[in-house]
């Protein structure tokens, strides 16, 4: 029975992961060790608890002996959703990003040798081949080209992650997938951020013109992206998912009025995010021809489903929108 090691799984991506696996597969154990960082939630997690093929750690990627100590626990393979994630907190402060993104790959690298792991998978984003102008895709070939400090750090670890590859021989894959939406994912990001707000009444602030243009994928196909790159995918490959489904942030704004039933008013407009990234877009046929996968959930129903999981849980949003929450993000974003 493989024994997964599934870093971040308290986050956004890497709940609806262990949720999918767990349901789906009985011949694997999952250990998911995460720090609880700011994003990280075990309440997106408590209906997994108890499963007897779950069992979670609280560790940080950073910390060698921490990561040694679960790996000690029959880790056959590794799946690295783990990191800081959030563009905007990148460019107020990127320290915790080279740390965790860069450093806590290199640990987590260095353990899987050590231990002998047979297949590690590197969740990766397509922020790290930069910005589209109008046309064209990203494939597997785009020259990496970061423009945020986050994006930066996770192309260092793919960096890491292709020469531990080829130096030592370790089975690794990267995955670079488009933007997720869908349950559980912090209300920091767009779609999350956005809704909640709108649930309340409450203005949206689109940054500079709005005509940013986003590939937006649901996050359930994504875990399935990962899932066949970790089963299937070959060593020292890419693969990149996308959802085929381009929109324009101020678009899909407009989209989320009409189907909450809100106002145009209660879009606000803010400074444009420092060297915004204009456009991303995914060619994902090699998944598509390599992995039997393709994106199934078609964008107005996964919004819809999305949008009804949020008014459904607004318990859950108010316990991140706290009192300390709002206070740091006023202090972050307040200014724009
Ligand atoms: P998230 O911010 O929601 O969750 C990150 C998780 O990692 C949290 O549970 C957090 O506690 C944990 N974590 C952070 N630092 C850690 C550390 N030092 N040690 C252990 N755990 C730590 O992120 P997400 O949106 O779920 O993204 C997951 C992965 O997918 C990331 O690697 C991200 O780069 C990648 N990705 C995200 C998207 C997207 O649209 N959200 C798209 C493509 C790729
Ligand atoms: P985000 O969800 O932060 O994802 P990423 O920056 O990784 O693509 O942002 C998605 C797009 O929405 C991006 O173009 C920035 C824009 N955006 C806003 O206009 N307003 C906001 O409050 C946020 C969070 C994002």
Request: net charge neutral; charged share 20%.
């Amino acid at each position: 029975m493989p024994t997964l090691l599934v870093t971040g799984g308290c986050g956004f991506i890497g709940s609806n992961f262990v949720r999918h696996l767990l349901a789906t597969d009985p011949a694997t154990q999952i250990i998911n060790f995460d720090a609880l960082t700011y994003a990280g939630n075990l309440a997106n997690l408590t209906d997994v608890v108890k499963h007897p093929r779950y069992t979670f750690v609280r560790g940080d990627v950073t910390d060698r002996e921490q990561v040694r100590a679960a790996m000690g626990r029959g880790v056959t393979d590794v799946i690295h959703f783990a990191a800081e994630s959030h563009v905007d907190r990148s460019i107020q402060d990127s320290g915790p990003f080279l740390k965790t993104n860069v450093i806590g790959t290199q640990v987590l690298l260095d353990a899987a040798r050590e231990f002998g792991v047979k297949r590690y998978v590197q969740v990766s984003t397509d922020e790290v081949y930069g910005s589209l102008g109008d046309t064209g895709l990203f494939t597997e070939h785009t020259p990496l080209h970061p423009n945020s400090p986050y994006s930066a750090s996770k192309a260092a670890a793919d960096l890491l992650v292709q020469a531990y590859q080829h130096t030592f021989g370790l089975h690794a894959v990267i995955t670079r997938c488009s933007n997720n939406y869908g349950p559980y994912q912090f209300p920091e990001k767009l779609i999350p951020l956005f809704v909640s707000n709108l649930l309340a009444d409450q203005q949206v602030p689109v940054y500079g013109d709005g005509m940013q243009v986003r590939d937006w994928i649901h996050v359930l196909d994504h875990c399935r992206g990962v899932e066949a790159a970790w089963r299937k995918g070959r060593s020292g490959e890419v693969y990149n998912f996308g959802g085929r489904c381009e929109k324009a942030n101020l678009h899909l704004t407009h989209l989320l009025l009409e189907l909450l039933g809100k106002p145009k008013s209660l879009i606000k407009y803010v400074a444009d995010r420092l060297g915004h990234d204009r456009r991303y877009a995914i060619d994902c046929t090699k998944a598509e021809r390599e992995l039997g996968w393709a994106p199934q959930v078609p964008f107005e129903t996964g919004l819809r489903e999305t949008i009804e999981w949020y008014r459904a849980n607004a318990a859950w949003v108010a316990a991140i929108k706290n009192k300390d929450y709002l206070a740091y993000y006023e202090k972050q974003y307040g200014g724009r």
